[in-house]
């Protein structure tokens, strides 16, 4: 059996519950705080932490997610208006003011006002980040359920695919759940793990607050390999095993 660690249970204080795996990865997420912005790769920071990218199509919702996952209304703007996020921007996230991973904001594609040489620049722009990043550890791909993969995601799918091969963890969270009924859903999760090739797949809603918990499991796991994780709680999970 493969037991997948979970983030660890931090010690009850008396009269409180213990926190759950959930609480923690949300915990950790609301420290984030903005870090940077850069219009094109070079300017970013060289860091040495995990970085997790937030890319789908325009208007897919990367910045809402941002928002809902570290419980900030406004750390990454989030708008009607497509094409609202032009630059790459960061959230350092740490407890203790210690930086231990990054969240990233990458421009949305597929906007049709956007003129050309700018879409074309983007791409580009999104390729080489995705292909030459040193310390990205995860890519988080937003897609709309209701429109599934455009032809820009599985271009995208197949820049990030080698990486993957060699070990870069991948999501697919398919936004705004809440415009879906159940039996859509269900649909929708089960085409997806179909072409997400091999990565995760996890429903989300930012309104109606589905998928939050999971997906902030997911990424906090990203984060903190089990390698990284304290002594004791390697030795809770292989207890579990036994
Ligand atoms: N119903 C619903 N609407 C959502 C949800 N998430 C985002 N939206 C809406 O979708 C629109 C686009 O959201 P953004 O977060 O700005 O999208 P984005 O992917 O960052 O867009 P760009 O920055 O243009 O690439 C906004 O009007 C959001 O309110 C959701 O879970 N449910
Ligand atoms: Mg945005």
């Known amino acids: 059996m493969t037991i997948h660690p979970k983030p660890p249970a931090a010690s009850a204080k008396s009269g409180a519950p213990p926190a759950t795996a959930s609480t923690i990865a949300l915990g950790w997420l609301h420290t984030a705080k903005f870090l940077t912005t850069a219009p094109e790769l070079h300017f970013l920071p060289a860091l040495d932490v995990p970085e997790i990218a937030f890319v789908g199509r325009s208007n897919a919702g990367k910045s809402t997610c941002i928002n809902t996952l570290t419980q900030q209304k406004h750390l990454?703007?989030?708008?009607?208006?497509?094409?609202?996020?032009?630059?790459?921007?960061?959230?350092?996230?740490?407890?203790?003011g210690v930086t231990d991973a990054?969240?990233?904001?990458?421009?949305?594609?597929?906007?049709?006002?956007?003129?050309?040489?700018?879409?074309?620049?983007?791409?580009?722009?999104?390729?080489?980040?995705?292909?030459?990043?040193?310390?990205?550890?995860?890519?988080?791909?937003?897609?709309?359920?209701?429109?599934?993969?455009?032809?820009?995601?599985?271009?995208?799918?197949?820049?990030i695919r080698p990486r993957v091969a060699e070990g870069l963890k991948f999501l697919v969270v398919l936004t705004k759940a809440d415009?879906?009924?159940?039996?859509?859903q269900t649909k929708a999760v089960s085409i997806m793990n179909l072409q997400?090739?091999?990565?995760?797949?996890?429903?989300?809603?930012?309104t109606k607050r589905i998928g939050i918990e999971s997906v902030a499991e997911l990424l906090w796991l990203w984060a903190h390999p089990?390698?990284?994780?304290?002594?004791?709680?390697?030795?809770?999970?292989?207890?579990m095993k036994s």
């Open 196 to 206: 997400a090739g091999g990565g995760e797949v996890r429903l989300f809603s930012a």
């Open 102 to 159: 990054v969240l990233a904001d990458l421009p949305g594609y597929g906007y049709a006002a956007v003129p050309k040489q700018d879409k074309i620049r983007w791409q580009q722009v999104m390729a080489n980040y995705l292909v030459t990043r040193e310390n990205l550890k995860g890519i988080v791909l937003l897609c709309d359920p209701r429109h599934g993969l455009t032809e820009l995601d599985e271009i995208l799918l197949d820049v």
């Open 179 to 184: 415009k879906l009924n159940r039996s859509e």
């Open 76 to 96: 990454a703007f989030a708008s009607k208006k497509p094409g609202r996020t032009q630059h790459i921007n960061l959230f350092s996230l740490g407890k203790q």
């Open 226 to 239: 089990v390698a990284d994780v304290v002594e004791s709680d390697v030795m809770l999970a292989s207890d």
